[in-house]
Structure formats: C-alpha cells, structure tokens
C-alpha cells in the first residue's frame, strides 16, 4: 500500500490510529458536519477572491456573492442553524475585507496542492495561498476557522506551517521568509519564521515514524477528549471507554486551565515591575 501523507492525515494518525485505519484504509466517510461545510464555504469564498485575472480586488458585494454560490449545506441540522453559520460567514468576511482590502495584490498561488517524494512515504497537501511580497519574500497562508485561537505551545507543536515549508522548499526551491495561520473568526494572524534545519530534521522524523507504524499496520483505539463527536463512535471497540475517558480528561485539562490563568497574572505582575519607566523591559 502507498502511504500518502498529509497534515490531516498524519493529525489522525497521532489522535487516534483506529480512526485512521476507518478513514483512510477503510475508505469510510467522516460524518457531514456543520463546522466542515462552514470551513469549506469561507475557504471557497476566499479562493474566488484571490483566483482572478487582474490586480484589482471585487467588491464586497461581489465577494458575499461568492460565499453564497459555493454555500456547502451539508451537515446542519434544520435551516436556522444552517443561516446562523450563514449569517456568521458573511460576517467574518465583511471584516476580512474592511481590513485586506487596501493591500490587495494576486497571489503566486492559491489552492496550490502538491506531492512530495519522500522516505517511504508521499507528502502531500494543499496550500490555502502563496503571497509574494515587494521585497521579494515568499508568505504561506492557511485560513482557520476556529472559533478561539489555540495554544501558543500547541501552534508551535502543529505539523502543518512545517509540512508547507518541506514542500516548498522540495518543490518550489524556494524557502518561505514566513509561514501564517490565519484565524478568519478573530481576523488575527498568527506567524513564524521557517524552521532550522535541526528542526526540520525532527519534523521529518516524526513523519517517518507515523508512515512506518501506518506500513505495518498498527491501529489500536486511542480515547481521547475528541471521541464523542468521532465519525466512528458507533463502531469503535473502544467506545465503552468513551465515557469515563472524556470525563477525565476535561476534568485534568479544567484545573490545568485554572493553573495556566494563575501563572499567566503571575507572569504579568512580574512583567509590570520589570518594566522601565516608558513601559519597556529594563535589560
């Protein structure tokens, strides 16, 4: 069996490799769901945008019009929630366009999707966009559509920025001067600079240690806070652990939480004396 690894597909893999195998061996279908169909109609939308024959934006009537032709409908349960989602696209987009409007430039790419030889394996992926700044800098672009924007320690452990930097540095010959999620809920960005090769070297270990366990066949069940909203609930073998698994583990990642906002006053207060009297860090 060829192993084709993406983001997503690696993202399974390390939540739960039995979700894995149904998925992506098995060839069964994740559930329809609101949060999918939404995600996929902004990335749509956006798509439209940038993907024209000129440099010269749309109007934002012309960009709401996008949303509403590639609407995915898939998923919501009656046609209040499925407006409600509407509403909220038309919204975020209305911000990203007050705010990107004024810059508007084409990208080098958009959608681009690519596949990557590797050690065993084959990389693969879609990149939201390319931007080629006047500098002459290289920015890739992933759209988020999450309501809150994740953990800095769990950004610096995401695989994708990294995957997109190994396939355009294999592909493109070019290495990215940055590498962004953007969150289109927040309108915020969040972006790094292009790993080292130390650790992009760490990077591909960790893909390699997923194509191998995925070659020889290794798929236990794995509970994990995400199981009741997994596509295959229904069939897990694991399900019976379902239960008390999630309730243990929002109950260590509630005090966790409690503890992260005590460090982070904590980490303020020390921040406000160190400060000079401009409102600088004293060195």
Known sequence: ????????????????????????????????????SFGRSLHAALQRLYSRDVPVAPTLDELLSYLDDCWDAEGFKDPEEEQAYRSHAREILRAYYRLNVGEFRLPVAVEQRFE????????????DRVDRHPDGAYEIIDYK?????????????????PIYQIASQELWGITPAK???????????????PLGEESLS???ERLRRAAEAIASGTFPPAPNRLCPWCSFRDICPA???????????????????????????????LEAELAGPEGEPMP
């Open 116 to 127: 990557v030889p590797m050690d065993g394996y084959l990389l693969t992926g879609v990149v």
């Open 202 to 204: 760490r990077v591909r």
């Open 1 to 36: 069996m060829e192993i084709r690894l993406s983001y997503t597909a690696v993202s399974a893999y390390e939540r739960c490799p039995l979700s894995y195998r149904y998925q992506y061996v098995d060839g069964l279908e994740l559930e329809p769901s609101p949060h999918l």
């Open 179 to 193: 590498l962004t999620f953007y969150y289109l809920s927040m309108n915020q960005k969040f972006t790094t600079r």
């Open 145 to 161: 559509t999450n309501r809150r924007l994740p953990e800095i320690a769990r950004l610096r452990d995401d695989l994708q920025l």
């Open 239 to 269: 399900s019976s652990l379902v239960s008390d698994a999630s309730q243990a583990l929002h109950a260590r990642r509630q005090a966790l939480l409690r503890r992260k906002e005590r460090l982070d006053e904590l980490i303020a207060e």
